[in-house]
Structure formats: C-alpha cells, structure tokens
C-alpha cells in the first residue's frame, strides 16, 4: 500500500505541474475547442488527459497535455522567419546557424543538445566524432542520414561546447517546436539529457527516462544517450541500442518502414 500511495503522489504532483503549466498559457485545447478560462482544478481537467488505465491498480498514466497551438509552416518558411538570429546572446561567438537536415517530411526525428565546433565551422549538425556515430545507430536502425531529420535543441555553439543555458534555450525553442509541427514525426529520439529535459519539460536524469516512451503533444519522445557520451563510455552502446530497438518495434507496429533509398 505504501507503494501505491507513494505513486499516487507522483501521478498527483505531475498533474499538478501539467495544470499549473496550461494555467500560465490561459486555455486548454481539447478536441479542437478552446476553453475560455485557464484550467484551476482537477474538475477542470478533460477525461482525454489520461491514458488507459495500467495493471492491477487500474488508475490512469498522465498523458501530457496538447501544447500551444502553432500555425504549420514549412522549414523554408520557418528559416526566413529565423533569418540571421540575434535572439540570445550565442549569436556574438557563432559561426554558423546550425538549423537542421534530412528529410521534411521524416517519420523519425533526432534532437541533440548544441552545436560543437566542427558542426559550427560547416553548418549542419553532428558532423564530428558523435556525428559519424549517430551516423552509425541511424544506419543500424535501418535507416539513413536523409531520411531522418537531425537537429538540435540550439542552432548556435555555446562557448567551449557548455551546456545550453535557460535563455538560450528559450530563444530557440519556438523554432525547434515549429520545426517538429512543420515535419509532424510520429517518433522523436532525444540525444542526451538537456534535449530530453527540453522535450519533456523536466529535469530528470537521462538515466531515469531512457528506455522507455514519454509523450510530448501526443508524439512519442524515446530519450536515450548522445552520441559523444557514448563515445567516453562506450559500455553504454548497449542499452542505447535497446533504446533504439524500442522505437524500430514501434515504428515496426505503425507500419512505417525505412525509405528505400
């Protein structure tokens, strides 16, 4: 029972934070329709919130909550719209902007952390040493490098390769999330911890989320390890491509196959 009751408080505290976040956005969309009021009370919350019930307890897993809505545009459109970003302050030190490749319309996304230095010198991202790894798992996958999209959570280098700061990463967010709205993935794979706690709005260790779905606006978010990590500690290469064979068994039951290329 103290289980059970330790695990109801989690669930209760998620949705908590779910309801505090919509709240500060002023509505909640469900099936098409704005409320006109923010939502304040479980009362509130629409019976699409949760999932289908788990194991014997029955209760519901939280499902995360549709996010603002954003008008569709093409990546074209949404470069433009970027044009020579002096939204934070990495525009100073940056070389390139560090946008994203592959296909626009890829069933399979890969969000990294930032740019490094070789993917700031040529402009497109993982291109070093995690590059030609992930290079490696995409491939291993069945797939390749054109028929996925790879981008990352900033398009600027941070200085000396550090992690994203929070004003860096809102700075870019809207355009990562107009990104994935323009391309509509049915899997996102996140490389690493700060793109996964980006994703998913928490700051979990990679650790805790690895392994298994989380949802973000209804698309499935499979958090796992970034390539360069692998490379300092390669003895994890294993349970990053069980990671990855998760989301080849899902794309599998969706019925979507590699492009021949």
């Not at 890969?110 to 230095?117: D, L, R, T």
């Not at 290079?135 to 028929?147: H, L, V, Y």
């Not at 999209?149 to 990562?176: H, K, W």
């Amino acid at each position: 029972m103290d289980d059970e009751a330790d695990e109801l408080l989690a669930v209760t505290r998620q949705l908590r934070a779910q309801l505090v976040r919509h709240a500060a956005h002023g509505a909640w969309a469900t099936s098409g329709a704005k409320s006109a009021r923010p939502v304040l009370s479980l009362r509130d919350v629409p019976e699409e919130f949760f999932d289908q019930p788990i194991g014997e307890l029955g209760r519901g897993t939280l499902r995360d909550a549709p996010g603002p809505e954003i008008a569709r545009r093409s990546l074209a459109q949404i470069g433009a719209e970027l044009g020579e970003c002096t939204r934070c302050k990495l525009a100073t030190a940056r070389t390139s902007i560090v946008f994203g490749v592959g296909a626009e319309d890829a069933p399979l996304v890969f969000v990294g952390e930032a740019p490094g230095e070789q993917e700031d010198r040529r402009g497109e991202p993982f291109v070093g040493p995690a590059g030609e790894l992930l290079d490696k798992m995409i491939e291993a996958m069945g797939w390749s490098r054109r028929s996925v999209y790879i981008t990352n959570i900033l398009m600027c280098r941070p200085p000396g390769n550090r992690n994203p700061q929070p004003d860096e990463v809102a700075a870019c967010s809207p355009f990562l999330d107009a990104k994935l709205v323009s391309i509509a993935p049915r899997v996102i794979i996140a490389l690493g911890r700060p793109s996964a706690n980006t994703l998913l709005g928490n700051d979990a260790p990679i650790s805790a989320l690895r392994g298994r779905f989380h949802l973000r606006h209804g698309v499935k978010v499979m958090p796992t390890f970034h390539p360069a990590y692998l490379l300092r500690e390669p003895d994890r290469k294993r349970d990053a491509w069980n990671d990855l064979k998760v989301v080849m068994a899902e794309l599998d039951r969706l019925g979507i196959a590699p492009p021949r290329d």
